[in-house]
C-alpha cells in the first residue's frame, strides 16, 4: 500500500498539526517530494541504486546491498 495515503501517515499528520511546535507546511511539503515520482530519479542520481538510505538530522547513511 502507499504509505502517504495509509491511515497511519494520517494520524501522524494529525498529531504534527495538531503539536503547534512543528511547520507543518514544510513537512507535508517534504512529504509530498519525497512521495513524488520525481524524487525516485533524483534519489537514484544521488545515491544510486541498491542502497539502503536513513535519513537523520546529521545527514543520511547510505548502506549498499546485494538483492541476488
Same mark, same amino acid.
Given at each position: 500500500?502507499?504509505?502517504? *495515503?495509509?491511515?497511519?501517515?494520517?494520524?501522524?499528520? =494529525? $498529531?504534527?498539526?495538531?503539536?503547534? +511546535?512543528?511547520? !507543518?507546511?514544510?513537512?507535508?511539503?517534504?512529504? *509530498?517530494?519525497?512521495?513524488?515520482?520525481?524524487?525516485? =530519479? $533524483?534519489?537514484?542520481?544521488?545515491? +544510486?541504486?541498491? !542502497?539502503?538510505?536513513?535519513?537523520?538530522?546529521?545527514?543520511?547513511?547510505?548502506?549498499?546491498?546485494?538483492? =541476488?
Amino acid at each position: 500500500s502507499d504509505v502517504c *495515503s495509509s491511515d497511519l501517515y494520517k494520524k501522524i499528520k =494529525d $498529531v504534527i498539526n495538531n503539536s503547534g +511546535g512543528v511547520d !507543518v507546511e514544510s513537512c507535508d511539503f517534504i512529504s *509530498s517530494t519525497i512521495c513524488s515520482g520525481a524524487m525516485e =530519479d $533524483v534519489m537514484l542520481d544521488m545515491f +544510486g541504486d541498491h !542502497v539502503i538510505i536513513t535519513a537523520t538530522r546529521d545527514g543520511f547513511e547510505v548502506d549498499e546491498y546485494d538483492h =541476488d
